[in-house]
């Protein structure tokens, strides 16, 4: 039975992580449900979390028929993806909300909304197209169906742990500060960088084999 390595599913959760970064996303969370109770809070934070998961998934079964459906190779979604997550990764250098998880145009038409569980929280924000891209590149990586279960594990894990920390948003941001949180978001688009060159990289060496 064909799958990889704990190291690697490991390394697919840490990637993952650095794409949805959920501490990156505290603030934005805590803007949108200013005027809500802390039951109703913790209620849209969850019904994110699982949004995010549930479209992941499908993502993860779905990503190569879709792919087939408009003739994409996977080795030129691979370039394509890296780039993305290279471009998101540079915003995140510089502290910043890239554009490719949310326009300004969606930042405040999410400040009209009442419910900003499923969007723009659930997606872009947190399953947007950096997220939506990794999941499809490692999930090309073996066919056994062990493989996505682990993915899958990977999947919720992430999920629960971003319920929890936007349940505990108001005081993991007063503890970090600003300042803080633009640390760990830094720290966050290094790997993504890493991880974007990584997948730009094998793509291309797959595309033009000379490059090897």
Avoid at 12 to 28: D, E, K, R, W, Y
Avoid at 29 to 45: E, H
Avoid at 93 to 107: I, P
Avoid at 127 to 132: D, L, Q, S
């Amino acid at each position: 039975m064909e799958v990889g390595t704990i190291n690697e599913y490991f390394k697919f959760f840490i990637t993952l992580l650095a794409v949805v970064n959920p501490v990156g996303t505290l603030p934005l969370f805590i803007n949108m449900t200013a005027n809500q109770t802390a039951a109703a809070r913790t209620k849209n934070g969850t019904m994110a979390a699982v949004s995010m998961a549930v479209i992941l998934v499908v993502v993860l079964f779905s990503g190569e028929a879709i792919l087939r459906f408009f003739g994409i190779s996977i080795d030129s979604f691979r370039v394509g993806g890296g780039i993305l997550i290279l471009l998101m990764a540079i915003s995140m250098l510089n502290a910043k909300m890239s554009n490719v998880k949310q326009t300004k145009e969606e930042e405040l038409d999410s400040a009209e909304r009442d419910s900003v569980a499923v969007v723009p929280l659930g997606t872009p924000l947190l399953a947007g197209p950096g997220a939506i891209s990794t999941v499809v590149l490692y999930a090309q990586r073996y066919t056994s169906m062990l493989h996505y279960v682990y993915m899958i594990l990977a999947i919720v894990l992430l999920a629960g742990l971003t319920a929890c920390l936007f349940r505990l948003a108001p005081a993991i941001t007063n503890l970090l500060g600003r300042t803080g949180i633009n640390i760990v978001t830094r720290l966050m688009g290094l790997i993504m960088a890493a991880m974007g060159v990584e997948f730009i990289a094998h793509g291309l060496k797959q595309l033009f084999p000379g490059l090897g």
